[in-house]
Nanobody, 122 residues
Framework: QLQLVESGGGLVQPGGSLRLSCAAS????????VGWFRQAPGKEREGVLC????????NYVDSVKGRFTISRDNAKNTVYLQMNSLKPEDTAVYYC???????????????WGQGTQVTVSS
């Protein structure tokens, strides 16, 4: 069974950091594009960052530039989202998704995790 499982969310103060993990089972993430998305209460889901199968990075939203990074650990079959200098507006449920064609084109993401809550508040 193909599965993505996110972890690492939680409550953090403004200016703090979190690292989210997206662990895969039943598939080898190295050959997939993996994207991180988020959905805040009352808002539509938006893309955050994506790493293609060739290692290229796509940034979907300007507000995280310079603060968030995406990386892979192929040995652990896991993709990470490192989030620094967190702001209250980063509060959302964060999801990872995989695209077997290896691109970061949003409509191609067919496998999704269940999400992990990130809350930035003092």
């Amino acid at each position: 069974q193909l599965q993505l499982v996110e972890s690492g969310g939680g409550l953090v103060q403004p200016g703090g950091s979190l690292r989210l993990s997206c662990a895969a089972s039943g598939l080898t993430l190295e050959s997939y594009a993996v994207g991180w998305f988020r959905q805040a209460p009352g808002k539509e889901r938006e893309g955050v960052l994506c790493i293609s199968s060739s290692g290229g990075i796509t940034n979907y939203v300007d507000s995280v530039k310079g603060r968030f990074t995406i990386s892979r650990d192929n040995a652990k079959n896991t993709v990470y989202l490192q989030m620094n200098s967190l702001k209250p507006e980063d509060t959302a449920v964060y999801y990872c998704a995989a695209d077997e064609l290896g691109s970061c084109w949003v409509p191609l993401f067919g496998l999704w995790g269940q999400g992990t809550q990130v809350t930035v508040s003092s």
